[in-house]
T-cell receptor, first 112, second 109 residues
């Protein structure tokens, strides 16, 4: 079965710029997660979708981060404006039967 | 919310020896405990998981044990090989999981 797809793999932006990441989950997986993984740390959940509804966004910095999953399949995560501390790997994951979760390759964001 | 602590942060073992990584959790409602292996620059890969109605689960050289009373769970890798070298994350939760801080395992040939 195809895995979770993410793009781009790498992104370098200047602080205060905006950036968007895209994720296509495993086919049939109703639950989609966005995680932030800072170097040397474990993944931290930013937002969890069930189909196109938000289940948990308690750790999403809503002043600068936004995410959507309009048709219950693909999702985008946006940061605007970016800060230096947003440099991290952004991992998308999906699940058919939460919380068993499968990760994509991630997008490595560097903010300079 | 759930808080997962993981120890040790680094672990070096000789090839062929066993490795044990331990985690504790805080929320008694947590019922799912997966373990992930992450090689440098790659995605976390689910290697084994256990649910709270089971005390132990084994898959070839890896096994996980769960003590619900003490709220701790452990990963055991036997007959370690150089390709086992990676960062291992434990996690725990109910509808979503919280990750530990990771253990960097180095298997010395």
């Amino acid at each position: 079965e195809a895995g979770v797809a993410q793009s781009p793999r790498y992104k370098i932006i200047e602080k205060r710029q905006s950036v968007a990441f895209w994720c296509n989950p495993i086919s049939g997986h109703a639950t989609l997660y966005w995680y932030q993984q800072i170097l040397g740390q474990g993944p931290k959940l930013l937002i969890q979708f069930q189909n196109n509804g938000v289940v948990d966004d308690s750790q999403l910095p809503k002043d600068r981060f936004s995410a959507e999953r309009l048709k219950g399949v693909d999702s985008t995560l946006k940061i605007q404006p970016a800060k230096l501390e947003d440099s991290a790997v952004y991992l998308c994951a999906s699940s058919q039967s939460p919380p068993s979760t499968f990760f994509g390759q991630g997008t490595r964001l560097t903010v300079v | 919310g759930e808080n997962v602590e993981q120890h040790p942060s680094t672990l070096s073992v000789q090839e062929g020896d066993s490795a044990v990584i331990k985690c504790t959790y805080s929320d008694s409602a947590s019922n799912y405990f997966p373990w992930y292996k992450q090689e440098l620059g790659k995605r976390p890969q689910l290697i084994i998981d256990i649910r709270s109605n089971v005390g132990e689960k084994k898959d070839q050289r890896i096994a996980v044990t769960l003590n619900k009373t003490a709220k701790h769970f452990s990963l055991h890798i036997t007959e370690t090989q150089p390709e086992d070298s990676a960062v291992y994350f434990c996690a725990g939760g109910y509808q979503k999981v919280t990750f530990g801080t990771g253990t960097k395992l180095q298997v010395i040939p």
